[in-house]
């Protein structure tokens, strides 16, 4: 039962995902995002640190797998909750998703 | 299907809110990878550390934060106290001063002309009244003025008189101007010096190495046939913290005669003495002291038509025109130069009287009589 249920809500949030990556509703979302960290200094501060894994490993040896390994996870840390504070991120953007997300979840229970 | 409907109907908000929140974060991931690819590519194409400067300029540019100075390290008020070389009369200018210091000294810009044709037709009012001084086609060619009458310490209201009855921009004018400028200060045939420096201190500054606006001349720069006929004119006393001559009157009332004989003295040796007497040293032909005397050989020069009140002027002018300075030096400059002109002018139309007349330690007076004869 359990199973199942878990596998409805993947389904579901599947189903959502694609509703909104077909309405274009994610692209936008996500343009909106990038322009908040931008706005609230998270891609300076990030660029900052890439600039010292940069140093760090020699400017020739980066690979793209280095760069990832490294900045995610401080993207998604500490700095990155305080940014989101400061620019609201959480309050407009999720606020923006929720609503999105709702809506795309009525309309499949009628196709579901 | 039933029991997916019965499941989904089942779903409350916050599942819905855990799903959005899932997405969120998918966006999230997706906008730090994106950002990796783009600092991945600046790296391999050599953009990426292009907006940085090297460290030996970090510390050029560095932000200044001591008091007194701004941000790049300049003193406020620097340019205040600088002096700048003028390269045209090679004076040491106040900056702030320059640009208006350079309008007068080379005589453009509007205030220039404006005061340069002002003091043209003063030194011409100036050139009329001594007149013995004066050339022969300045005399002729001016107009009728009422410039022989006015004192020259009244020298503003000379302007506003002569001014409707002479065309300050007439060629005659340029003539005169010309006339001045071209006579150096060098030469001993220094008539017109005595007309630039006024009582009032009001200069022509035609030439602007020697004379400036103020009151006063630098006497070093002055020859000694110069200084010679300066103090026989003017005051002559060197002010303390100006360091130039006074270029009043001899009889000026901020110096003593003292302080007159001591200048002379100290310029033209020990034997210099104030023109008062010394023109009794240089005219042993006739006694200047005697104005009578000198009343009745005007009048014997054929003059016989003027005036007790135009003698008495032209007396004087007689003395000034010929260095010498008996009991009103200021009138000297001032009164009835015209009268005097007249005098000459009638004197049988002396060719010598009408021209510029050189200003020799020796007075010409013995050659003028001897024309006469």
């Known amino acids: ?112 | 299907m039933k029991m997916e409907e019965m499941s989904l109907s089942g779903l409350d908000n916050s599942k819905l809110e855990a799903i959005a929140q899932e997405i969120y974060a998918d966006l999230v991931e997706d906008s730090c990878l994106g950002f990796c690819f783009e600092v991945h590519r600046a790296v391999k194409c050599g953009y990426f550390f292009l907006d940085d400067t090297d460290p030996e300029s970090m510390k050029d540019f560095e932000i200044v934060d001591q008091p007194g100075l701004d941000i790049f390290g300049q003193v406020f008020n620097q340019w205040k106290s600088k002096e700048c070389v003028c390269p045209n009369c090679s004076r040491s200018i106040a900056a702030s001063r320059f640009a208006p210091h350079l309008e007068k000294c080379l005589g453009m810009g509007r205030n220039s002309s404006r005061i340069a044709n002002r003091r043209i037709a003063n030194s011409n009012n100036m050139n009329k009244s001594e007149s013995d001084q004066e050339d022969n086609d300045d005399i002729n060619d001016n107009d009728w003025s009422y410039g022989s009458e006015k004192k020259a310490k009244k020298r503003k209201s000379d302007k506003l008189w002569y001014l409707p009855f002479q065309n300050p921009n007439s060629p005659r004018r340029s003539k005169s101007l010309k006339h001045k400028n071209g006579f150096s200060v060098c030469t001993s045939a220094s008539n017109t010096l005595p007309l630039l420096f006024s009582s009032s201190g009001e200069l022509s500054n035609s030439d602007p190495f020697k004379y400036n606006n103020s009151t006063g001349i630098s006497y070093e720069t002055l020859g000694p046939e110069e200084l010679r006929s300066l103090l026989t004119t003017q005051c002559g006393v060197i002010s303390e913290h100006t360091k130039k001559m006074c270029t009043r009157s001899l009889r000026c009332p901020q110096h003593t005669d003292e302080q007159r004989r001591a200048v002379r003295i100290y310029f033209l040796g020990p034997s210099a003495v104030l023109p008062e007497v010394e023109s009794s040293l240089d005219n042993d032909s006739f006694d200047m002291t005697d104005s009578q005397a000198l009343i009745s050989r005007l009048q014997w020069d054929g003059s016989s038509d003027l005036s007790p009140s135009d003698s008495g002027s032209s007396k004087t002018s007689e003395n000034q025109g010929w260095g010498l300075g008996t009991n009103s030096s200021e009138s000297r400059k001032t009164k009835k130069k015209k009268s005097h002109l007249s005098l000459v002018g009638t004197a049988s139309g002396l060719g010598s009287n009408k021209k510029k007349k050189p200003k020799p330690p020796a007075p010409p007076t013995p050659s003028i009589y001897d024309d006469i004869n």
């Open chain 1, 1 to 112: 039962m359990v199973v199942s249920k878990m596998n409805k809500d993947a389904q579901m949030r599947a189903a959502i995902n694609q509703k909104l990556i077909e309405t274009g509703e994610r692209e936008r979302l996500k343009e909106l995002l990038r322009a908040k960290l931008i706005e609230c200094g998270w891609k300076d501060q990030l660029k900052a640190h890439c600039k010292e894994v940069i140093k760090e490993k020699g400017l020739e040896h980066v690979t793209v797998d280095d760069l990832v390994a490294e900045i995610t996870p401080k993207g998604r840390g500490k700095e990155y909750k305080l940014c989101e504070r400061k620019c609201g991120l959480r309050h407009d953007l999720f606020s923006l998703l929720l609503v999105q997300v709702f809506f795309f979840f009525n309309k499949e229970k009628h196709s579901f």
